[in-house]
Each structure stands twice: as structure tokens, then as C-alpha cells.
């Protein structure tokens, strides 16, 4: 098992910035990768960008440029920088860990508006 727990949402300004934090515990060893979803509301949920143990990453389009996933050391902590927000980016954001085993494991989730 492995259990996720986000921090650092909030209320930013349009072009303000922001950076998550996703710690994992548990069985960190079988975490082949890690991410970051949003859900705004009356949407699913998207991929933002994701991380592999190898530091493979991959963004959406829609944040390219702007967002940045990156860990400090093999796989904890994740965090996401974002900047230049846009109203769009108004979500709830998710930390998820893939494991080698194929299992998805959730945060519970962090808050993120973007208004003026």
C-alpha cells in the first residue's frame, strides 16, 4: 500500500504561481511512477504531468511551458510548480503513484483557484 498526501493548493491571482507537494509512505519501493490529475468541476479527471522513476516526464498541452513536475531524490516528494496560472487551471488537483504491480493510488486532493 501506498498512501499520498497532498499540500499547497489555494487562491492565486490569474498569472500568480504556485507549487504542490505530493509525499508518499508505505511501499515507496513498487512506485514505478508518480503524477499529478485535475478535476475542475462538471469534468473528469485529466493528467497534468507525470514522472517516471527514471525522470521521464510528460506534460498536458495545456499546461506545456508553464508547469513543472519534478522530485527531489528517486521518487519522494513530488512536487509541481506552476506558473503563469489561468482561470482554466481552477481544479481539484490529485497526487497519483502507479506501481510496478499495476495499482493506482490517490491523494486526497488539494484545492487550486485561480481568480482576480
Known amino acids: 500500500q501506498v498512501q499520498l498526501v497532498e499540500s499547497g493548493g489555494g487562491l492565486v491571482q490569474p498569472g500568480g504561481s504556485l507549487r504542490l507537494s505530493c509525499a508518499a509512505s508505505?511501499?515507496?519501493?513498487?512506485?514505478?511512477?508518480m503524477g499529478w490529475y485535475r478535476q475542475a468541476p462538471g469534468k473528469e479527471r485529466e493528467l497534468v504531468a507525470t514522472?517516471?522513476?527514471?525522470?521521464?516526464?510528460k506534460y498536458a498541452d495545456s499546461v506545456k511551458g508553464r508547469f513543472t513536475i519534478r522530485r527531489d531524490n528517486a521518487k519522494n516528494p513530488v512536487y509541481l510548480q506552476m506558473n503563469s496560472l489561468k482561470p482554466d487551471d481552477t481544479a481539484v488537483y490529485y497526487c497519483?503513484?502507479?506501481?510496478?504491480?499495476?495499482?493506482?493510488?490517490w491523494g486526497q486532493g488539494t484545492q487550486v483557484t485561480v481568480s482576480s
Open positions: 508505505g511501499s515507496i519501493f513498487s512506485i514505478n511512477a
Open positions: 514522472i517516471t522513476s527514471g525522470g521521464s516526464t
Open positions: 497519483n503513484a502507479y506501481s510496478t504491480m499495476g495499482h493506482d493510488y
